[in-house]
């Protein structure tokens, strides 16, 4: 469905322990991206991918970070999981370039920190 | 810095009267503008951008530059627009969406 594929869809986790959600793209774009979303916030940018190697914070990257070693995988961990790193996390993928800013989203990943 | 501003978490209309959601934006360059939504237990996805100026279910926004607006409309609602919409801004290789107005369309 639509190429990217996130996995775990759905986590519970104790506070202080490591996370780490995956993003997968079949589309060969350049572009990844990390959102949160959380109720009276929308969607929040947490990291985002230029290309293999290439990452750049986004609006909440504290607590976060992210690695993409290549093309078509974009980690998002948590070194150490806290309760307000709950949230729905959700994968982003862009071609860009000139009429292509499009996002196309995955479906989801929930996570809980007891 | 961009930002887009979405004043109501909630708008709730009967079928069939007419719906604006309304989104504000605040950018120094040339705005690129999107609404999303995200039906119940269903991925976010796009439902229309501006530089393509196409109707999508029904649903139309027109960029106004003066206003630093990009209201959503459609002339009648129907039960199924009952969704989350999600505005946003594209700007620094980046999408920054506003925090999301809930619309539900009761019979």
């Known amino acids: 469905d639509a190429g990217i594929t996130q996995s775990p869809r759905h986590k519970v986790t104790e506070t202080g322990t490591p996370v780490t959600l995956r993003c997968h793209q079949t589309?060969?774009?350049?572009?990844m991206y990390w959102y949160r979303q959380d109720p009276g916030h929308g969607l929040r940018l947490i990291h985002y991918?230029?290309?293999?190697?290439?990452?750049d914070k986004g609006e909440v990257s504290d607590g976060y970070s992210v690695s993409r070693s290549k093309t078509e995988d974009f980690l998002l961990t948590l070194e150490s999981a806290t309760s307000s790193q709950t949230s729905v996390y959700f994968c982003?993928?862009?071609?860009?370039?000139?009429?292509?800013?499009?996002?196309?989203f995955g479906a989801g990943s929930r996570l809980t920190v007891l | 810095a961009q930002r887009v501003t979405q004043p109501e978490k909630l708008l709730s209309v009967f079928k069939g009267a007419p719906v604006e959601l309304k989104c504000n934006y605040s950018?120094?360059?040339?705005?690129?503008l999107f609404w999303y939504v995200q039906y119940s237990r269903q991925r976010l996805q796009l439902l229309l951008r501006?530089?393509s100026r196409e109707s999508i279910k029904g649903f139309t926004a027109d960029l106004n530059k003066g206003e630093t607006s990009f209201h959503l409309k459609k002339p009648f609602a129907q039960e199924e627009d009952s969704a989350m919409y999600y505005c946003?801004?594209?700007?620094?290789?980046?999408?920054?969406f506003g925090k999301g107005t809930m619309l539900l369309v009761s019979p």
């Open positions: 982003a993928i862009s071609a860009q370039g000139a009429g292509a800013n499009v996002l196309t």
């Open positions: 589309e060969n774009h350049r572009y």
């Open positions: 991918s230029y290309g293999v190697k290439d990452t």
């Open positions: 950018y120094s360059g040339s705005p690129e």
């Open positions: 501006h530089i």
């Open positions: 946003a801004l594209w700007g620094y290789s980046t999408l920054t």
